[in-house]
Nanobody
């Protein structure tokens, strides 16, 4: 059974930083893209970032570009999202996601999802 387990969420003041982690189990994702989505209160789930299978390329939503960094450690089957200069608008449940097969670097079609971790940014 494939599981994606997020951690690292919590309460942080505006301007602060957080590092989210997502550990996968049940299969390896060495050849598949992984990434993050979020669902802000009252809104639909939205893309945040994804990283190519080899970690060479990261893709970001405009809302987080320039203040976030996605990375991965294939040896640990783990993907990370570091977020800086956090704003109250970043308050959301953050979901880890993983593709089920190799695709070109810019493509990401998640098939596996985590349960989410809450990030709350206070003003």
């Amino acid at each position: 059974q494939v599981q994606l387990k997020e951690s690292g969420g919590g309460l942080v003041q505006a301007g602060g930083s957080l590092r989210l982690s997502c550990a996968a189990s049940g299969r390896t994702f060495r050849n598949e893209a992984m990434g993050w989505f979020r669902q802000c209160p009252g809104k639909e789930r939205e893309f945040v970032a994804h990283i190519s299978w080899d970690g060479a390329f990261g893709y970001y939503a405009d809302s987080v570009k320039g203040r976030s960094a996605i990375s991965r450690d294939n040896a640990k089957n783990t993907v990370y999202l570091e977020m800086n200069s956090l704003k109250p608008g970043d308050t959301a449940v953050y979901y880890c996601a993983a593709d089920d097969r190799y695709r070109t670097s810019s493509s990401f079609s998640p098939k596996y999802w985590g349960q989410g971790t809450q990030v709350t940014v206070s003003s």
